[in-house]
């Protein structure tokens, strides 16, 4: 039975896309399936294999979410926090993995600085701190600072690390589980292809607005600024702004040709749906 349910799932992962529209050929087999005497066995057969395919599709998200994440926090606290700790604090000068850091802590340090004469400027402070007294303000903080960013620096080695083992574990999941995987895209294909054409093209509409839209510039600068600094690297503007223009163009016409390569001989109606709902 287990046998029979995964080659039927399977068949259904490796469905290709025919000249007549997908929805006309569920159509003649619905009424196929109800004019044929062993259609309620039939039925309940394809009920087992759904709920199979949900069952075993959710315990695999499951298993490819959990198992890296806690395998990168496990390595990371507890196999390569303390050699680095151990190698970066062993060098008291070791500070900044790169400029950015620099440029962003020495920026802080002005601004302390400026906040500080602004507040004896406008009497905030009680009474008037003699320059001593400032720059023992100054040092502490350039000294917290310091602490800071050698914290960063060293939690960016730790997230490489850390990372390249989660990537590693998470590839050799899918190359020893592609049964499983394929159950997975099968799920997947019929959960997106079963949508309602309404649903379908506001799903569209909602994908390309936030990653291709007119405003997804500072979402994809905020983004990568983040990996960036997870990974200890140079925050370079001309990077930044080089990727913005070129990757979601790139992404917007891989989008644009999986809509006319595919949808639009799966679902058309679903693509005239988008259409007029994006106009």
């Not at 960036?228 to 080089?242: A, K, T, V, W, Y």
């Amino acid at each position: 039975m287990k046998y029979w349910n995964l080659k039927k799932i399977n068949q259904f992962a490796l469905e290709k896309t025919g000249i007549v529209p997908r929805s006309m050929n569920k159509l003649f087999e619905r009424f196929k399936k109800e004019l044929n005497p062993s259609s309620e066995i039939e039925a309940i057969e394809e009920f087992k294999v759904a709920r199979y395919q949900t069952v075993a599709s959710l315990q695999y998200i499951l298993f490819l979410l959990i198992v890296p994440i806690l395998i990168n926090q496990l390595s990371k606290n507890f196999i390569f926090s303390p050699f680095v700790n151990y190698f970066w604090n062993k060098n008291p000068g070791d500070i900044f993995i790169n400029q950015s850091q620099e440029e962003r802590a020495f920026a802080e340090l002005q601004r302390f600085e400026e906040k500080l004469h602004f507040d004896i400027l406008i009497g905030k402070l009680d009474q008037s701190p003699s320059s001593q007294s400032i720059n023992y303000k100054i040092t502490q903080k350039a000294l917290e600072l310091a602490s800071e960013y050698t914290a960063e620096s060293a939690n960016a080695i730790k997230n490489i690390l850390s990372d390249f083992l989660s990537i590693a574990i998470f590839s050799i999941a899918l190359l020893i589980s592609k049964q499983k995987f394929s159950i997975l895209m099968s799920f997947i294909n019929e959960l997106i292809y079963g949508l309602s054409d309404t649903a379908k093209a506001f799903l569209i509409i909602l994908f390309t607005d936030i990653f291709v839209g007119f405003h997804s510039p500072h979402g994809w600068e905020i983004v990568i600024e983040a990996i960036l600094r997870h990974f200890g690297l140079p925050e370079s503007r001309d990077f930044i702004f080089i990727f913005i223009s070129t990757f979601p163009v790139v992404l917007d016409t891989i989008f644009k040709y999986w809509i006319f390569r595919y949808l639009n001989k799966i679902s058309p109606s679903a693509v005239a749906t988008y259409h007029n709902m994006n106009e």
